[in-house]
């Protein structure tokens, strides 16, 4: 017991480290920016209600997507890699109450298998709104 005591300080060191996404690839560019097209960012928010997201895209194993409607669109920069949403892996989140937020756990899995292929948290939410008319 107690030699895992000592050991605590040095896994938490370990874990302290940052983490820096992969590039998107030309193709997965070219997606996401498809998707925006038209459309403003506005500013970075923690949460959004699980009832507003109606149409999840993966644009990479550290982007998605959320449709709200055609007029908004919320950019979620995953924090860690769920590289098997790349492969169309199923996306499960563990969050709590009616909204999702920055730090909810999510994870990558192969239904078939049952197998987990990535792991991360979710970021920041940013919104995409078409300007008014």
Known sequence: MRAWF???PLLLAACAGSYTPEPLTPKQTAKL???LEGKVAGEK???INRSQQTNLT???GNVLLYRVSKR???KNDL???CNGLNYG???IVRSFGSQMCRGDITTSANLMSGIT???CALGDFTPYRSPEK
Request: aromatic share 4%.
């Open 6 to 8: 000592c050991l605590s």
């Open 33 to 35: 920016d498809k998707a």
């Open 45 to 47: 928010i923690s949460c």
């Open 58 to 60: 993966v644009i990479s």
């Open 72 to 74: 908004l669109i919320y």
């Open 79 to 81: 924090i860690g890699s």
């Open 89 to 91: 892996d199923t996306m």
């Open 117 to 119: 292929t990535g792991s």
